[in-house]
């Protein structure tokens, strides 16, 4: 063994002061191949997540310093095992109020405690008590439309943007990874030159098995600046139609050949599993566990964040005149829950983090729709009624400074809703604000719907742009909600891959 390895590995095994004196060689230890994240719990507990190349038992360490002085050891978590692809997952609590967690993750050899993994470390920011300035990002789609990581290009460059705006709380908003994309080696770009993707087994063909599915999400770390992000920021993360397959409902059967399995229902039932092990959503195993949740930022903000995939009901003409069993959107029991948490926050502002947006006609084929809204500028129908009777119900318990934040389109944009311009009125002004994709492809406007009086206050993509422009085109986008504790003012910025501020809107909190 050659001296500059034997130091490194005796380093590595001296970070815990509980770890045996043991050496080993690297093939003998397990290795945490795809970083390190962490989740909110609240506004005091968190989760933190890894995944390691064998079963094994998830040691956390955490401390209020780099340092590591006094850390505080937890290894009683959900450790990797094959039934949840070797992914651990560990609660802390009781955490300080606005304070930055530093934490490092280790894993024990399933077979010998007594063989360690190297420590990965990460960081994370709790929610403040006080009024301090709290900075909220998002974005969604990732490696959609055939664009992959390009190790030449950059890789996927939006992140490390990201990164750099250093964020108190980053919401995922949907489309995490394109299940029902795969990949090719390469792309012929418009100039003739290639664009690269690396590969791998589970980005070759569409997701239909388990593994498939866990193989899609950790394509993505591969990535480095998505590695860093992920271990740097705390993470919200919510699920759209792409972790399953495009436009999916639950009773679709799938008349397409690259699919052997063509039930939706068994596809998404797989797929669900998969997305809840790859990420710190929640720590409970049951099939039912809740992705829709809200997170406490302090008195400033909390966040509520939606699931508008679980509980639909089949894609349709989407013309209902009253609510029924064919036009669930958000579901009863998600509907009311967001009104009644809108109602009992005392945070200043509330945001609303949505896996699709409101004021945009998003079709499924011709004739049938996808998102809420239907095309119609006339009363709601369809799924358009939940939205109807959740703006009403928030006016009427006078529910304030509430604003939306969305991806899903490609492409960034900011929308403005007025009773005055809409056909269903029962409702106070609000805002909604796009920013997409983080690594996928770009397209142009689509169309807005004015039931609730829409008005594009901005585009960030001209209107004749050519479909499905690759990531270094420069088009990718997210958005930064930053809130001011002097005056409780919101601040709300687009911007792009360069970190440039394409729009700025502030916004007054109404008393």
């Not at 005149?321 to 967001?338: E, K, S, Y």
């Not at 609730?452 to 930064?480: H, I, M, S, W, Y």
Request: hydrophobic share 40%; no cysteine; proline share 7%.
């Amino acid at each position: 063994m050659r001296r500059r390895t034997f130091l490194q590995q005796l380093s590595a095994l001296a970070v815990l002061p509980q770890a045996p004196a043991i050496v080993t060689s690297d093939r003998a230890r397990p290795v945490i191949d795809a970083g390190v994240a962490a989740g909110p719990l609240g506004a005091r507990d968190a989760i933190i997540w890894a995944h390691v190349d064998r079963p094994g038992r998830m040691v956390v360490e955490y401390s209020t310093t780099p340092s590591f002085i006094k850390p505080v050891r937890i290894a009683n978590g959900l450790n990797a095992t094959p039934g949840n692809g070797l992914t651990g997952r560990t609660r802390i609590s009781n955490l300080p109020a606005g304070q930055d967690i530093f934490y490092r993750v280790r894993f024990e050899d399933d077979s010998n405690s007594k063989v360690l993994s190297a420590p990965v470390e990460g960081r994370f920011r709790t929610a403040p008590q006080e009024r301090r300035r709290v900075r909220i990002a998002w974005s969604g789609d990732v490696v959609g439309q055939g664009w992959g990581i390009d190790t030449a290009r950059g890789g996927m460059q939006l992140f490390r943007t990201m990164a750099n705006e250093n964020p108190d709380l980053f919401l995922h908003v949907g489309d995490t990874i394109y299940a029902d994309a795969p990949l090719a080696e390469t792309v012929t770009l418009d100039d003739g030159t290639l664009w690269k993707n690396v590969m791998t087994p589970s980005k070759a063909k569409v997701a239909e098995t388990l593994d498939e599915f866990r193989g899609n999400h950790l394509y993505n770390r591969l990535d480095e600046h998505y590695r860093r992000f992920s271990s740097e920021v705390a993470q919200v993360v919510m699920w759209d139609d792409h972790e399953v397959r495009n436009n999916w409902f639950h009773s679709e059967i799938l008349d397409d050949p690259r699919y052997t399995e063509r039930r939706v229902s068994v596809l998404a039932s797989r797929a669900r599993q998969a997305f809840l092990e790859q990420y710190p959503v929640t720590m409970e195993r049951s099939a039912d566990a809740a992705i829709y949740r809200s997170i406490p930022m302090g008195p400033l903000v909390d966040v509520f964040a939606l699931d508008m995939r679980s509980y639909r009901s089949a894609n349709n003409a989407n013309m209902q005149p009253v609510r029924g069993a064919d036009t669930n959107f958000l579901g009863d029991r998600q509907l009311r829950w967001l009104a009644d948490g809108l109602t009992a926050s005392k945070a200043t502002w509330k945001v609303v983090a949505a896996d699709m947006p409101i004021g945009l006609v998003v079709s499924h084929t011709p004739g049938l729709h996808e998102a809420a809204a239907n095309g119609d500028p006339g009363p709601a129908r369809g799924r358009e009624l939940e939205i109807a009777w959740l703006l009403k119900t928030l006016q009427e318990r006078r529910v304030k400074n509430v604003i939306w934040v969305t991806a899903d389109v490609h492409y960034s944009a900011a929308h403005h809703f007025h009773p005055d311009r809409a056909a269903t009125k029962q409702f106070d002004p609000f805002w909604e604000f796009v920013a997409g994709p983080a690594h996928a492809g770009t397209f142009s406007m689509g169309e807005p719907d004015l039931t609730f009086g829409t008005e594009v206050r901005f585009k960030g993509v001209p209107p004749d742009l050519k479909p499905n422009r690759p990531p270094d085109a420069g088009l990718q986008f997210f958005g930064v909600a930053e809130i001011n504790p002097a005056d409780a003012s919101m601040t709300v910025s687009i911007v792009n891959t360069a970190g440039t501020r394409l729009f700025e809107q502030r916004l007054e909190p109404s008393r």
